[in-house]
């Protein structure tokens, strides 16, 4: 039932994702195979995840034959006095072999130790991969956010420059006070400061793409719609502990930590080994002989092969010591595990509940929004018959801009909840989501690779940099040129209705 749910809830995002967009944008899913193909984290964790791999032939070269060759040369130059015969020269040489056929169960345990091992370490591949892509879809997100906030303060600047201007030119003819005229001077000031912030934010945004994605955004297109989620955390959080990749790593530690007890146990027991040696020595002519007798050979041999058991009795409580110590570690990934769980439960839980209150605020302010432009309309038309004063637009103007803000954001906010539920069930990897611009990488091509290699010498080329270096990314602008979405764009409703009618009516003048 899980895996069925898998393949439905990531279609709609996938085909989303596969959908062609126009040439000149970036897509969402341009932005995440750049960052699978490049990021410097991921590479890293995948080369962490070689050495992991490379554990079991490791253990697993406790339990081959050891050969070894070994030659020594000396030169006597004292000889001792009583010695006629002690050669001044001596060349040996001496090869054995080693083969451990009875080990206590130490090479059993940490070979499966290892492999399972290996597997924990791909489990924290399939995290670092969904952490990285909630990443940079929270940061492209956050670009279009801070774009859309850039444009609308773009925006509101210029209707409270033009309405700066009719205020003074009716302040001119004595249809306004100073206060008035004042009072959009203020806005504009107000205006001015946020828009400028807003401006650091979307260039600190840029950056943010930058250091994932390793190039800067261009015309970012609206992402595909999210699949549907399921209807309530718990199902949610159900998922998540049968699939999250976090999880999974911290079982298999857990899992791993059984065996290491049983190896240091084995530290206990005996162990049998097969060997063969042979010794070759020659003493280069100088060995002597007593007088009158025949002079002796100048080199000796000798060879053995055997068994040879190793019964420990007493090692100063190191066996004991190692038990504890791997019981100890036992124990820490036992508590991990329950960790990781409460983390995962907390982070679904907290993801579907920003996701579901995102939504909610979606429909509020996009409500607001109407009910706002609404509301500035209807106040500048009063303003001009003399009902309203210039502080209520400018008010009604700052509710307008509050309520688009509170969309953008709120529309942020919803997508990248909705991915980190997607993240904590595990269902947002590059196979989830279809980035297949290239081969996926295989975590289980390297340990098929180098699983059985036993050569001593069989060593891989010099590592080269795999991520691209940002240091020549030209620094980032607040510069904003795709035009704001129809829900959002007052600029073709924003007419200086406050400037008054053609042919105003005969006022009082107002005091200064």
Partial sequence: MTRLYSSAATAALLIGLMTAAPVAAETLRDALVKAYETNPTLAAQRASLRATDETVPLARANALPQVQLQSTFSENVVLPITAFTAPSRVSQTQASLTFPIYSGGAVKNGVAAAKVRVEGGRATLRGTEADLFTAVVAAYMDVQRDSAVVQLNEQNLRVLDVNLQASQDRFQVGDLTRTDVAQSE??????????????????????????????????????????????????????????????????????ASGFDVKSARATKRPTVDAFAQGNYTNYLGTLGSFPGNPAPPQFDRTAQFGLRLSLPLYQGGAPAAR????????????????EAERGIVSQTRSAFASYRAALDVIRSAEAAVSANRLALEGVRAENSVGNRTILEILNAEQELLNSQVTLVTARRDAYVAGFAVLAAMGRAEAKDLGLESGPLYDPVANYNRVRHRILDWDEDPTPTPVATSTVNTPAQNATVARPLEPILDNSRRASPVDRGPANPPPVAPKGQ
Avoid at 236 to 245: D, G, H, K, R, S
């Fill in 186 to 255: 203020a806005r504009l000031a107000l205006a001015r400061s946020q828009l400028e912030t807003a401006q650091s934010r979307l260039i600190s945004s840029r950056e943010n793409y930058i250091r994932l994605v390793g190039s800067a955004p261009g015309e970012l297109e609206t992402p595909p719609p999210l699949p549907k989620l399921p209807g309530d955390p718990d199902a949610a959080v159900q998922i998540a502990l049968a699939e999250n990749p976090t999880l999974l790593a911290a079982r298999k530690a857990l899992e």
């Fill in 323 to 338: 038990v504890r110590q791997a019981q100890a570690r036992q124990s820490q990934s036992i508590e991990q595990l329950t």
